[in-house]
Structures are given as structure tokens and as C-alpha cells.
């Protein structure tokens, strides 16, 4: 239950930074120069043309998004589960709840005679269910599953209904044209005005009423009768007023409520959205489908990209293939940069057009130094300038990127009408985009070729196959990206072009395409190893300078006997060994090891004796050691638990008289199970002399399961995640073993045990339901605690008294 509990809370944390990170009211509503406010952008709404009556000094704005236009926003519309946990950590400072918004069921009675009573009904009816889109699909996911499964609900039983309802062709998004419609009870009062035949139905297992109205970072004064605007305007106000004409009675509500425990919704509410999209709409299946994961997707690519990056520096030895990988690095961590920052903006504007733009100046730049590291593989190194020919195939390129950059003067690179609110999503492509992909697939299909001419002599013909595989599958990948094929239009297209570059390099260097370390023939040439390397027809292909000369058939002898060396005399091997292409030939010379040899030999009989009389001597002082340490141990740890195993005889001379053998029975077995971890921790503190955590809690939870037998419920909770010094830990342990016995032997049935860090102290509350002022410890408890520099305490807590025990936090150097 405690973990539960800290799960929720620290979802419902990550919940409220999330609006931190997309509403800082605070600091930026005072630095604007329009007041503005947002509503939702919401087809079947007249909410921002009341807006601008009853705030005339306010200019409203619709927002694709609740946390829109960041750095200007002064107020905006929001449900009361995000508004509430806004206020209570500060983001805002003010909440005006406007109007009330039921998730309904609304039935079309001109299309449908369906008999609907509750969510349960809709795949039974055999008849189309639209949702409502805008802001809708996660709320209302979660307030079916809360109408499904109650209070303590998950997304398991909304998600099969509507995924059932999808997989037979009956569920439409974003619609509200179909017999049925899940949406709020407003939407259905604006159906309703426009002339449909509309029943709403409050569904029966229940559902969520929400508040919905403005939050601000500053007071919001309101101009006339804003109430009976609302309700003209065909919205329920938070009391309940309305049109009757548009809504249900006031009884028929009886099954909507509230969200009572908002931790837990927004809780559930943060993983709706992947799991709408995947397990309903079947979209996202391959790639990130939330914030969450679209952030979290693009730290582990921009890890992966540094970490190949530095290990290609590590690996090559030519210049021109580190300072490829270090180009490469650059341009894919640029890429996902402005990636990020672009969908850090959530509605499309010229900032966000511009940095999609901006795409193209990586795209392009990419293919350049594939083609400048293909060309400089065989050269010697040189200061890094460019060649002519490869600066005015960047001239081209920058050409093209300026052609994107200006396209909205000609549209000559991508068509699309500013004046469509979805223009982001419905553009086409006109002539010069194909110029800007053939200049970016061109210089690669260059690249490829010299790299295949100048592997052309490398004896593994069929390599090059490896990396063109990862290119053939980038150039398909992009040919469905153009096409809008989803499994690859719903993808992230920087990160997967990127991953592909990656795979092709790491492909092309593990294949020999890019040789990473092209010095080798100088290196061997004047190392002073008496090495030669031949190929299969015996030809010598790389030779030291002081290689060796052998007979004609030495090589196939030294190959034979491999790994074992062929012995040309008394102070020379020849050793061969078979690589690819050919055979590597090296001599050693053994002389001085021979001379070594026998001086070693002469040393070690030497030393035989000698260390046959030091063996003897080290053995029996090794014996008396060992049994002067088994002995100060043993002794220690009879010590140790002496009061303990006094303890124990005490209640099992008690145990056959008992009244309550049960109870004896379990308070014996609490004593063992206390002994035993006792001695556990005894000898830890002699291993390590730290205990993490975690691990104390386990104690914990074991000795409160044997607790249970003695009619003790005892929860244990931890926010721990440190190591603990194993005497802070047995102190720790002791005390929640004597309250554990002390409530056993009181009928003192429920313990609420917690471990935090607070303050840089380490604490341990334990709160027994009956009064704690009558538990003593004994005086060797304390004085355990006081030499350790603990503090024991006894505490009036508003509902009851608890016993703790805190340890300040130190380092390692304090002891």
C-alpha cells in the first residue's frame, strides 16, 4: 500500500512538472505586453466568445494545447484535476471555475432507437460510437475507466471496450456526426441547439463530472453577468443551473461525481495517452507515442550517438575517419537538438516552421561527410580542407537549404496554406523537394561506390553487402516516410535516419569498407618485430624491416604445427599463424629466456627447500590464527545476543502454561526469527559494515509476516534509498523487534512502521495503536544508541503516539 501510495504521489509530481515545464505563469505573465487568455480549441464550445465579454481587457485565443503559447500566456482554460495540483505547487496562483463538463453518452434518436443505460451497452449495440477529440480522448478514456472499475481504477477495461468497438469498425475519433457519441454533457446541450434529436445518458456505472474554468497567475476581474452567459450559452454552472431544455434533470446525475482522489487520476491519466493510441487506435505501435517517451526516446539516441562517436575516436588512427565520426556526431546531436526544441512549441507557428526547416541543413550536411571521408580514406592526412569538387557540391547544398529556408516566398519546396490550422500536418511537396532529396541521396550513392572501388582489393568480397543493406533500408525507409506509409510516417524521422547513418558507418568500419587504422603498413614496416606477412600464393605483402628469412617450406611446417612453434635451433622458433588471406611469419629469439631458464631452474631448487620450511611454519601459525579469530568471534557474538537468547528461554518456559498458546507460539517464533537476523547483521558488520536499505526493509517485512501470527498488523514503509551503517541498522532493527513484542504482549493489534531521510537525519517512526508511553527500553538500548549518536524519542503525534529513532546522515570518512 506504501509503495502504491508513493508511486501515485510521485506520478502526480512528474504530472505538475510537466505543466511547469509548459505554463510558467509566474514570470512570464508579468514581462508580456498583451494580455491574452486561452480556451480550448473546442468545435462544439461558445466559451471564448464569452470570454470576450466578460474579460474586454483580454484579447482570447484558441490553444491546440491547455499549455499554449508559453511564453506569452496570462490565463487559460483547464480542467479542475489540472488546475487543483497547479495551485497547490505554485505554478498558478488563481482558479475560477466557470461551468461544469460530464463525460456522457449522447444518442442520436433520429438515427438510433439503441437502448444504451452505460458504457457496458456500447459494444452490444451495434451501432457507430464517435468520441469527442480536442482535449478528450485521454479524460474520457480515464473517466470510462473509472465508470468500469471504480475508484481504484486502471485503463484495462476502457481500453478492451473501445479497442473491441475499433476492431469491429464501430468506433470513429474525433467525430461527432455518429448515432452515438461519447462526449461531455455541454458538447451534447450544443448538439442539441443546433437541432439534433439528442438523449443524453449519464452512464450508469458512473462517470466523472469535472469543473472546468480559467487559471491565472494574476486576479481575473469579471465584466457583466458572466453566469447568465454560461447558461445561455448552453453551459451548467458549478451549482447545478442550467437550461432544462438542454440537460438532464438533476437526478439523472446522481452517478456522475467528482474526481476525489486526483493523485490517483492524474496518475492513470499521464499513461492514457500511449496507451489510447497504441492498444485502440493501433498507431505508435514501433516508436515514442507520448511527451514521456518522446523525451525519454531522444536522451538514449543522443547517449547512443556520443558513445559511438567517442568510441570511433578511440578505435581509428586516421585523422579523416575521427574527424568524420566527430562531424557525424555533431550534425545527428544537432539534429535531435532543434528536434527537441521544436516540440518543446506545441502549436505550429513561424518559430516551429523554421526550425522544420532547419532539418534540412542536417540532412544535408550528413551525405557531405559520408563523401568527404570516402574520398580522404587513402590520403594521407592533411589539414582537414575541403577539395574543390567536394566544396562545390556544398555550394549546391547550401544552395538547396537556402530554396527551403525562403519557401515560404515560392512554395517551391514544400506546399502548404498558412491559413489552415493544421497546415503542419496538411502539406504536400512540391518540385524542389525532390532536388533537396536527390542532393542528399546522391553524394551517398557516391560515397558507397568509392568506398566498394577502394575496398576492391580487401579479401572478403561480399562485405560491402552488410552496411548497403542498412542503406537500401534507410532509402526504403525514406521512400514511406514521402509516401505517409504509417509504420513509417508515425515514426521519428530524425532519430531513425540517424540510427541508420550510425548502423552504415559502424557496418562499413566492421567490414573493412572504412578502414580505421590505415597507418598499419608504416607502423609494421619499422616495428622490431621479425614478422612477415604473405598471402595464399605466398607473396610477401607486408614486411618489417628486420623480417625473417626461412626456407620454402618453413611456412607450411610453422602453419601445421600451430599453435606450437617450429624450432629452426637451440635459440630460435618460427611460429605461424593463418589469417585471412594468407599467413602471418614471426621468430623469436629464445636465448636469453634459455639463460633464464636455467638460472630460474637453479633459483627454484634453491627456493624449494626454503619455502618447504616457510609452508610448514605459515600453516600452523595460519591454524592458531583461525582459532584465536573463531574464538574472540564466537565470543563477540555470544555477547551479542546473550540478552536475546534469555529472552527466548523466558518465553519458552512460559509456552507450555500459556493461556494463549497461539499467541506464545508466535512470539517464540518472533524471538528466533529476531536472533537470526541478529546474527545475520553481526557477522555483516564484520563483511562490509554496510547494509543497503532495501534490505533492512526486507527484515523488516519478515519479522511484521511472523508479527502477523501474533494478531499484529504491522505495515512497513520506506523512502530510503541509501546505504545505512549495519550498527544504525541493527538499532534500528532492535527497536521495531521490542515494539513488535511489547504490542503482542498488550494486544496492541495495528503497527505503522516508516523509514525516511529528513534533514540529513535517518529515521524510523513506529506508531502502535495503543499507548506507547508505557514501552521502556532497556538501558543497554540506549546506551547502544547514545554511544552511536543516535536519538531515541517518544512523540505525541495529533492522532497518536509514536516511539523513533534517528541517525544524522554521514559520509563514509565520518565513522
Given at each position: 500500500?506504501?509503495?502504491?501510495?508513493?508511486?501515485?504521489?510521485?506520478?502526480t509530481?512528474?504530472?505538475?512538472?510537466?505543466?511547469?515545464v509548459?505554463?510558467?505563469?509566474?514570470?512570464?505573465?508579468?514581462n508580456?505586453?498583451?494580455n491574452k487568455?486561452?480556451?480550448?480549441?473546442?468545435?462544439?464550445?461558445?466559451?471564448?466568445?464569452?470570454?470576450?465579454?466578460i474579460?474586454?481587457?483580454?484579447?482570447?485565443?484558441?490553444?491546440?494545447?491547455?499549455?499554449?503559447?508559453?511564453?506569452?500566456?496570462?490565463?487559460?482554460?483547464?480542467f479542475?484535476?489540472?488546475a487543483?495540483?497547479?495551485?497547490?505547487?505554485?505554478?498558478?496562483?488563481?482558479?475560477?471555475?466557470?461551468?461544469?463538463?460530464?463525460?456522457?453518452?449522447?444518442?442520436?434518436?433520429?438515427?438510433t432507437?439503441?437502448?444504451?443505460?452505460g458504457?457496458?451497452?456500447?459494444p452490444?449495440?451495434?451501432?457507430?460510437?464517435?468520441?469527442?477529440?480536442?482535449?478528450?480522448?485521454?479524460?474520457?478514456l480515464?473517466?470510462?475507466?473509472?465508470?468500469?472499475?471504480?475508484?481504484?481504477?486502471?485503463?484495462?477495461?476502457?481500453?478492451?471496450?473501445?479497442?473491441?468497438?475499433?476492431?469491429?469498425?464501430?468506433?470513429?475519433?474525433?467525430?461527432?456526426?455518429?448515432?452515438?457519441?461519447?462526449?461531455?454533457?455541454?458538447?451534447?446541450?450544443?448538439?442539441?441547439?443546433?437541432?439534433?434529436?439528442?438523449?443524453?445518458?449519464i452512464?450508469?456505472?458512473?462517470?466523472?463530472?469535472?469543473?472546468?474554468?480559467?487559471?491565472?497567475?494574476?486576479?481575473?476581474?469579471?465584466?457583466?453577468?458572466a453566469?447568465?452567459l454560461?447558461?445561455?450559452?448552453?453551459?451548467?454552472?458549478?451549482?447545478?443551473?442550467?437550461?432544462?431544455?438542454?440537460?438532464?434533470?438533476?437526478?439523472?446525475?446522481?452517478?456522475?461525481?467528482?474526481?476525489?482522489?486526483?493523485?490517483?487520476?492524474?496518475?492513470i491519466?499521464?499513461?492514457?495517452?500511449?496507451?489510447?493510441?497504441?492498444?485502440?487506435?493501433?498507431?505508435?505501435?514501433y516508436?515514442?507515442s507520448?511527451?514521456?517517451?518522446?523525451?525519454?526516446?531522444?536522451?538514449?539516441?543522443?547517449?547512443i550517438?556520443?558513445?559511438?562517436?567517442?568510441s570511433?575516436?578511440?578505435?581509428?588512427?586516421?585523422?579523416?575517419?575521427r574527424?568524420?565520426?566527430?562531424?557525424?556526431?555533431?550534425?545527428?546531436?544537432?539534429?535531435?537538438?532543434?528536434?527537441?526544441?521544436?516540440?518543446?512549441?506545441?502549436?505550429?507557428?513561424?518559430?516551429?516552421?523554421?526550425?522544420w526547416?532547419?532539418?534540412?541543413?542536417f540532412?544535408?550536411?550528413?551525405?557531405?561527410?559520408?563523401?568527404?571521408?570516402?574520398?580522404?580514406?587513402?590520403?594521407?592526412?592533411?589539414?582537414?580542407?575541403?577539395?574543390?569538387w567536394?566544396?562545390v557540391?556544398?555550394?549546391?547544398?547550401?544552395?538547396?537549404l537556402?530554396?527551403?529556408?525562403?519557401?515560404d516566398?515560392?512554395?517551391?519546396?514544400?506546399?502548404?496554406?498558412?491559413?489552415?490550422?493544421?497546415?503542419?500536418?496538411?502539406?504536400?511537396?512540391?518540385p524542389?523537394?525532390?532536388?533537396?532529396?536527390?542532393?542528399?541521396?546522391?553524394?551517398?550513392?557516391?560515397?558507397i561506390v568509392?568506398?566498394?572501388v577502394k575496398?576492391?582489393?580487401?579479401?572478403?568480397?561480399?562485405?560491402?553487402?552488410?552496411?548497403?543493406?542498412?542503406?537500401?533500408?534507410?532509402m526504403?525507409?525514406?521512400v514511406?516516410?514521402v509516401?505517409?506509409i504509417?509504420?513509417?510516417?508515425?515514426?521519428?524521422?530524425?532519430?531513425?535516419?540517424?540510427?541508420f547513418?550510425?548502423?552504415?558507418?559502424?557496418?562499413a568500419?566492421?567490414?573493412?569498407?572504412?578502414?580505421?587504422?590505415?597507418?598499419?603498413?608504416?607502423?609494421?614496416?619499422?616495428?622490431t618485430?621479425?614478422?612477415?606477412?604473405?598471402?595464399?600464393?605466398?607473396?610477401?605483402?607486408?614486411?618489417?624491416?628486420?623480417?625473417?628469412?626461412?626456407?620454402?617450406?618453413?611456412?607450411?611446417?610453422a602453419?601445421?604445427?600451430?599453435?606450437?612453434?617450429?624450432?629452426?635451433?637451440?635459440?630460435?622458433?618460427?611460429?605461424?599463424?593463418?589469417?585471412?588471406?594468407?599467413?602471418?611469419?614471426w621468430?623469436?629469439?629464445?636465448?636469453g629466456l634459455?639463460?633464464?631458464?636455467?638460472?630460474?631452474e637453479?633459483?627454484?631448487?634453491r627456493?624449494?627447500?626454503?619455502?618447504a620450511?616457510?609452508?610448514?611454519?605459515?600453516?600452523?601459525k595460519?591454524?592458531?590464527?583461525e582459532?584465536?579469530?573463531?574464538?574472540?568471534?564466537m565470543?563477540?557474538?555470544?555477547?551479542?545476543?546473550a540478552?536475546?537468547?534469555?529472552?527466548?528461554?523466558?518465553?519458552?518456559?512460559r509456552?507450555?502454561g500459556?493461556?494463549?498458546?497461539?499467541?506464545?507460539?508466535?512470539?517464540?517464533?518472533?524471538?528466533?526469527?529476531?536472533?537470526?537476523?541478529?546474527?545475520?547483521?553481526?557477522?555483516r558488520?564484520?563483511e562490509?559494515?554496510s547494509?543497503?536499505?532495501?534490505?533492512?526493509?526486507?527484515?523488516?517485512?519478515?519479522m511484521?509476516?511472523?508479527?502477523?501470527?501474533?494478531?499484529?498488523?504491522?505495515i512497513?514503509?520506506?523512502e530510503?534509498?541509501?546505504?545505512?551503517?549495519v550498527r544504525?541498522?541493527?538499532?534500528?532493527?532492535d527497536?521495531?523487534?521490542?515494539?513488535?513484542?511489547?504490542?503482542?504482549?498488550?494486544?496492541?493489534?495495528?503497527?505503522l512502521?516508516?523509514?525516511?531521510?529528513?534533514?540529513?537525519n535517518?529515521?524510523?517512526?513506529?506508531r502502535?495503536?495503543?499507548?506507547?508511553?508505557?514501552?521502556?527500553?532497556?538501558?543497554?538500548f540506549?546506551?547502544?544508541?547514545?554511544?552511536t549518536?543516535?536519538?531515541f524519542?517518544?512523540?505525541?503525534l495529533?492522532?497518536?503516539?509514536?516511539?523513533?529513532?534517528?541517525?544524522?546522515?554521514?559520509?563514509?570518512?565520518?565513522?
Open positions: 500500500m506504501g509503495r502504491e501510495i508513493k508511486n501515485c504521489m510521485s506520478r509530481t512528474a504530472f505538475v512538472l510537466l505543466c511547469l509548459f505554463f510558467p505563469l509566474a514570470g512570464w505573465a508579468s508580456s505586453s498583451e487568455v486561452y480556451y480550448m480549441d473546442d468545435e462544439f464550445a461558445a466559451y471564448g466568445g464569452i470570454l470576450s465579454q474579460l474586454p481587457d483580454y484579447t482570447a485565443e484558441r490553444s491546440v494545447s491547455i499549455y499554449d503559447s508559453v511564453e506569452k500566456v496570462m490565463a487559460a482554460e483547464a479542475d484535476v489540472q487543483l495540483p497547479a495551485l497547490a505547487h505554485g505554478v498558478a496562483k488563481y482558479w475560477y471555475p466557470q461551468y461544469l463538463a460530464t463525460a456522457v453518452i449522447a444518442l442520436d434518436r433520429d438515427r432507437n439503441a437502448v444504451v443505460n458504457w457496458g451497452d456500447l452490444a449495440v451495434g451501432e457507430s460510437v464517435g468520441m469527442a477529440g480536442v482535449h478528450s480522448p485521454e479524460i474520457l480515464t473517466t470510462i475507466s473509472y465508470g468500469l472499475e471504480g475508484e481504484r481504477f486502471t485503463l484495462a477495461r476502457a481500453t478492451s471496450l473501445l479497442a473491441n468497438l475499433r476492431a469491429n469498425n464501430r468506433f470513429v475519433m474525433s467525430s461527432y456526426d455518429e448515432p452515438i457519441v461519447i462526449c461531455y454533457d455541454y458538447q451534447a446541450a450544443a448538439m442539441i441547439q443546433s437541432g439534433r434529436n439528442i438523449e443524453v445518458v452512464p450508469c456505472e458512473g462517470t466523472f463530472t469535472f469543473e472546468r474554468g480559467l487559471l491565472s497567475n494574476r486576479p481575473l476581474s469579471f465584466a457583466g453577468d453566469d447568465s454560461l447558461i445561455s450559452a448552453g453551459f451548467r454552472l458549478p451549482d447545478g443551473r442550467c437550461d432544462g431544455a438542454l440537460y438532464p434533470d438533476a437526478a439523472a446525475y446522481i452517478n456522475a461525481a467528482g474526481v476525489t482522489d486526483i493523485e490517483h487520476f492524474n496518475s491519466y499521464l499513461d492514457s495517452t500511449h496507451v489510447f493510441r497504441r492498444a485502440v487506435l493501433h498507431t505508435r505501435l516508436s515514442s507520448d511527451s514521456w517517451e518522446h523525451q525519454l526516446f531522444a536522451l538514449v539516441y543522443m547517449i550517438v556520443i558513445a559511438w562517436a567517442a570511433v575516436f578511440h578505435r581509428a588512427m586516421q585523422k579523416s575517419v574527424r568524420s565520426a566527430f562531424l557525424a556526431g555533431v550534425i545527428l546531436l544537432g539534429w535531435m537538438a532543434v528536434r527537441l526544441l521544436k516540440y518543446q512549441i506545441v502549436q505550429a507557428s513561424t518559430l516551429t516552421r523554421y526550425l526547416f532547419s532539418y534540412y541543413l540532412q544535408l550536411a550528413l551525405p557531405l561527410v559520408a563523401l568527404w571521408l570516402a574520398a580522404a580514406l587513402d590520403k594521407p592526412d592533411s589539414d582537414g580542407r575541403l577539395p574543390k567536394l566544396r557540391i556544398a555550394a549546391v547544398s547550401g544552395a538547396l537556402v530554396l527551403v529556408f525562403t519557401n516566398l515560392h512554395r517551391l519546396v514544400f506546399r502548404y496554406d498558412l491559413n489552415d490550422p493544421a497546415w503542419s500536418s496538411n502539406y504536400g511537396y512540391g524542389g523537394f525532390w532536388f533537396v532529396q536527390a542532393a542528399c541521396w546522391a553524394p551517398i550513392a557516391v560515397a568509392i568506398l566498394l575496398s576492391g582489393r580487401t579479401p572478403r568480397k561480399k562485405s560491402f553487402l552488410f552496411p548497403a543493406a542498412f542503406m537500401a533500408l534507410l526504403l525507409y525514406n514511406g516516410y509516401a505517409r504509417p509504420l513509417a510516417y508515425e515514426s521519428d524521422l530524425t532519430m531513425v535516419i540517424g540510427l547513418a550510425l548502423l552504415f558507418f559502424e557496418a568500419m566492421r567490414t573493412g569498407m572504412i578502414p580505421v587504422n590505415t597507418k598499419y603498413t608504416a607502423l609494421f614496416t619499422h616495428s618485430l621479425n614478422m612477415r606477412i604473405i598471402n595464399s600464393g605466398g607473396k610477401t605483402e607486408m614486411s618489417s624491416v628486420s623480417a625473417i628469412h626461412y626456407n620454402s617450406d618453413m611456412p607450411a611446417s602453419l601445421a604445427s600451430y599453435p606450437l612453434p617450429v624450432q629452426q635451433d637451440e635459440n630460435t622458433l618460427l611460429y605461424a599463424a593463418g589469417i585471412t588471406g594468407g599467413s602471418a611469419l621468430q623469436e629469439d629464445i636465448t634459455n639463460r633464464l631458464q636455467r638460472a630460474v637453479e633459483s627454484v631448487r627456493l624449494a627447500a626454503a619455502n620450511v616457510l609452508a610448514e611454519e605459515e600453516q600452523i595460519r591454524g592458531i590464527a582459532r584465536d579469530a573463531k574464538t574472540q568471534l565470543a563477540q557474538l555470544e555477547a551479542e545476543i540478552d536475546p537468547i534469555l529472552m527466548l528461554s523466558g518465553i519458552a518456559q509456552l507450555g500459556a493461556v494463549d498458546r497461539r499467541k506464545e507460539t508466535a512470539r517464540f517464533t518472533l524471538s528466533l526469527c529476531y536472533i537470526k537476523r541478529r546474527c545475520n547483521l553481526f557477522f558488520a564484520w562490509t559494515g547494509l543497503p536499505a532495501g534490505e533492512l526493509v526486507v527484515y523488516l517485512d519478515e511484521a509476516g511472523i508479527a502477523g501470527y501474533a494478531g499484529l498488523k504491522v512497513v514503509t520506506s530510503l534509498k541509501a546505504t545505512l551503517f544504525e541498522a541493527t538499532l534500528f532493527y527497536l521495531f523487534y521490542h515494539i513488535a513484542d511489547w504490542a503482542a504482549n498488550r494486544n496492541c493489534p495495528h503497527i512502521a516508516h523509514l525516511w531521510a529528513e534533514n540529513r535517518i529515521t524510523m517512526r513506529l502502535p495503536s495503543a499507548d506507547v508511553t508505557a514501552f521502556v527500553p532497556d538501558t543497554l540506549l546506551e547502544s544508541v547514545a554511544s549518536g543516535g536519538e524519542a517518544v512523540k505525541d495529533d492522532d497518536a503516539v509514536a516511539v523513533s529513532l534517528s541517525f544524522s546522515e554521514r559520509g563514509e570518512g565520518d565513522g
